[in-house]
């Protein structure tokens, strides 16, 4: 068999890799792909002019970024495949008038199999078969109703595929073309690269592969009789990354029933169980045995659950009233006005990030947006938040460990993904950061969030006994099997191979669709036509159907389910990921008027069951049963387990910076200078984010009032501000925190600090600091051992223990363990890196604060020369929580009466750079005089909770916080220490050196 | 006097016809939403409207090119029920995806060669920007636009502007009224009850002792500032003859500029546009697209530095689907 037809046979069954069968359900999938013979045309849509070609130009910029700057061009053109009976005239004009633009594109065409030899080297790049290509749908969509317009039969052309095309210009070898088709422009889990010039000469795929047919067999897996060992053995090699007292209590549980499990029902409870859907470390008992909690001395402390006690406690404990929805749902609600309620939910998409960032990341807001449409009976995505944790994108190629993708290209990759999806749904991405660091190299962390509106009497809902279950929008496929469990490893050197078919790519347009229908049938004039919804997320159907049903029982018919391709085996549809899917439960009084309304959108809507009322997941195909579960079991049948955790200071880190909030970005404590200040605004991670925040789109639906960029000198804001109801002036702050550079001296400082940060976020732009909700997202190592897991409980502590004296309930949280990477020792050796990496324990606290009145918001652009800068200080540690609290409070008041005229969050960088960042904002000066006594520690490094405020004179010396310096007309910054160092520099100097052009990629 | 009945088509993708229905009701507007599916199976509702408006969005993904698969469905069968409406008297806008579909259907610039002259194409940048820009009103003979100067003095008094949208909970609120006289009423929800007296405790920009707005980049009265986020906003004309027969022809309506009057400055122009093209209307004027988007313009805090400038009068956005209201009463 030629490469080419292997390679396409093997993505065909579902990205089986052929040189590596893979099982599903016991049966290697190697039916031949049936191919089929009709003619395809080619066709291939350029620039008329190279100055239009923006986007190969972007190509060539990151050819030259691996050293081939020899490149002189890279010219790009879209290509479609089209199969089916046209004449070459038809071909020629539907290309011309449809495909083509008449200005600004040309096109050329032929019969597929009839490649013209290439005048200059080139590649294409194919999706792999069966790989989502939302283009091709629409495309083909428009192919039919142009053929029907002009009087062809519209089944003339029966499938299209897109592709891209590239032409190297200047290129010298096959092998740099290799190079620049695999680092560059085709992700081998999702594409295929076809390189030609210099000798290689790729076949094109010969005709439209078509998936393999799966005939109906029903499989048990046969579990009784294994060892321990085999166990452990059939966990990993199925990929269900159960532990072996998992799949004890399974083998158990079927002994007493006398049988042997199907594929499907081990599946189901793979997913269900997995980390991802139950998060059973956070639910597991723990004894911790360590230092104190914020204070000196050895303690064991037990918890009966670490999330519990700790995070949920300090909800429990505080018992807002304006807390309508907290953890029982996909998101937590709060109170916004009488009528309405905001929900909010982060979420992390990691691992399919670090494989593919542009799918990974696009699919993870994608995912998270699903979670506020399934939250209640459905709220109205209004804003999404982005954080990335990534390694810095200058990393040194020749480091790079095998099949790990380059820093720069996950950073461009999972921007564009955010980017992509967010902006097509139309929802603002309005907030987030990006924090470099080199441990996140194998393990990026890709955290999505999602505000949503929500009527307050749309948040109960309840699934009834007979009522149908529908399944809505985006057809079922071969993508995203084993996501949930993919998510619960640890990565390997070996996971891009082997979890490719975990990956997705996403269809915004279909969400949106399923949005709009959703909100009709929400609203409908006969009332909510649907008794309950959920996204259909991690684990797909199983996930949404079984906790959909966990306590009534639900009968599936999975022969029902409305597929992309004919073929799929029952277990494939149950537990398959695809993109674009939400489940309800609609009594059956309103069926007709429910499929109405989302036929009437052209969203497809089937009903694939109903709820039943006996607690059993019973699922059939074609009649046959396939899989009959025990509710109580497949919820409540996962062993508990009792943890040991342990935590112990770092020697070299515990002295000065213990318990204090220091450390950050490791400031001196000596002589600082123009220099020191200059570099400090240039370091990655103060440096300003320009280059991705103007790629999203942060103004749709029109309900911005504090953008991300502010002032005429496009400073960072602290925070977001959004009117959600166009007719009021009530608003929402949205900000976060996030200080992982703490965690290693100690990650009860860390969570406190992170939940610090979040706070003054919100209260620099105005919200209120007593109608503020926070998410908590950890992301952390492998927690099989006591010292890891020792962190993670003293994060989980420190985030309590500071949100319960800040009075900030958690609403809704989500955790990603086991991000650690794995390689060989000689690789390790070879890259001077470790054989086992882990990213530092790392906490996103995430803030939705009220603001009372978005035109009292203030931003932290300098407003007015001859004003005041205030500087609102306290120490951050167990003994000073309140004060600091008291200090936030104090800082709310001064922004919420009008009294502060700008207000910054001392963050990464320290004093100087914050007053720095709100000069560049302005392009206004400032002369600043700072008693080093002020601080317990550096002056470049943020020491304690820290705010740098401007105020009119009088306000200023009103209020009791001591004057630092003051506002100049005259741009520039002039910094005096101790009546000593002196800083001293230009408006324009300051922002040249803050716009790092190493995060400006083109 | 009865309200300007507009349609606001929506389709798959189409995501900002919320705002877009709110800025014409704010401007004095009755708009109704309308799936294209809706105006396929019956056409001859357009014929009840006086404007139908074509708001942003990636209608159909933007697949094959921005705007396309919309304009082909627009083009194959309601191309003569569009003509037949604008010769009537009636008005169509596009903004931003509209924009792109009104060109890509050869509405605009419109005649009979129209679409082999213009097009709307990917950023000089080649990805997705957002930001503001600053355009001038290159025409005299499109409705949306030939008031502005005349509405600007007007709204003084009111004129055009005809609040709605309060349900019983929320006491009136006039978005167009300075932030000055505003700042100090009635939220219900306000639990703070200092913050409603005046003076120092009001947050507007006087009391802030901050300068008029003229002294910190006052909007100029025949320019107007709104925002621009798209990928595919560059306008690209066949040849120098087709951009002097624009210009000169009154087809160009608005132009990005910088401060010293440039056209071609990136990123004042954000994409790359020939001759600074940021909105283009047909012989008619009433048929007027734009790649900024007025429909997030329509509040005084939608303005980047509204937090540092008093600002007079309605809001750049507004002024735009004011006119409209005030020509087609």
Redesign the interface.
Known sequence: MPPGNRKILAAVCGAVSAARPRFFGGVALMVEPQVDTGLYWHIVVSPRDPR?D??G??IRADVVQLGLDHIEAVRSSKVYLLRGHLSRGEVEQLAQT??T?????VCTFGPGLTDRPEAVAAIEVHSLPGVMD??SI??L??VR??L??RGVAEDAVDAVRTARRYEIVGARSADELETIALRVLANKCIESPYVRGFGRDDALPAAFPEPPVAPFELRHVPIRSLSDQELQRLSRDRHLFLSLGEMRAIVDHFADLGREPTDLEIETLAQTWSEHCVHKTFKSEIEYRGEDFGKTGEVTVRFASLFGDTIARTTRRLDRDWCLSVFVDNAGVIAF???FGIAFKAETHNHPSAIEPYGGAATGIGGCIRDIMGCGLGAKPIASTDVFCLAPPDFDHARLPKDVLHPRRVYKGVVRGV?DYG????IPTVNGAIYFDERYLANPLVFVGCVGIIPRDRIEKAPHTGDKIVVAGGRTGRDGIHGATFSSAELTDTHADEFSHAVQIG???EE??VL?AMLLARDHPSGCLYSAVTDCGAGGLSSAVGEMGETLGAVVDLETVPLKYSGLRYDEIWISEAQERMVFSVPPENLDKMLRVFA???VEATVIGEFASDGMLHVRYDGTTVGQLDMRFLHDGLPKTVRKATWKRPVALSTKDGGTGNGRGGGSTGGVTTDDLLAALGEFNTASKEWV???????????????P????GDGPSDAAVL?PR?????GIAIGCGLCPELTEIDPYVMAVAAVDEALRNVVCVGA?P?HTAILDNFCWGKCDTEETLGALVRACRGAADAAECYGLPFISGKDSLNNEFSQSEEDARRLGLPVQMAIPGTLLISALG?V????????M?L??PG?CLVLASAPVDRVGLEVARDLHHRVA?LV????V?ASHDVSDGGLAVAIAEMCIA?KLGATVEIDRSVFADSILANVQTTYVLEM?ED?ANECGLPIIGRVDGDPSLRITIDSADKIECSIDALASAWRSEALHA? | MSRVPVLVLRTAGINCDEETMYAWRLAGADPALVHVNRLAENPGMIDDHAILTIPGGFSYGDDIAAGSILAQRLACGLTDRLSAFVDRGGGILGICNGFQVLVKAGLLPGGPDGRAKVTVTYNDSAKFEARWVRLEVSTDRCPFLARVLATRSNTEDGEGVKPHRQSSAEPTRNPTRPRDSDGVEDDPHREDDALNCDGTNTAHAASRGLKPAAQVGAPNPTHLEMPVEHAEGKVVVANGDVLDELTGGGFVALRYVDADGQTDVYPANPNGSDGGIAGLCDATGRIFGLMPHPDRAFEHTHHPHWTRRQSDGPPDGLVVFQNAVAHWS
């Not at chain 1, 960029?709 to 005429?712: A, I």
């Not at chain 1, 919420?896 to 009294?899: F, K, L, Q």
Request: no cysteine.
């Open positions: 239009l923006g986007a130009r972007g449809l495909l633009d008449p200005v600004a594109e939302p283009v629409s495309t969509d428009a109703r142009w029907r317009s006005d009488d009528e980017r902006n097509r749904m139309g269809n915004a347009i949106k669709k709009d009437d959108e052209d925040i103007r790629q999203y789109d942060h103004e749709v639906q029109g309900r911005s009032v504090v953008k960029l502010v002032g005429p009117r166009y007719e009021s002036n009530r209120d007593h009220i009372d009145d978005v035109r009292r918001a203030v931003t652009d407003k007015q004003s008041k919420r009466t009008g009294a005229l302005s009119r306000a083109q």
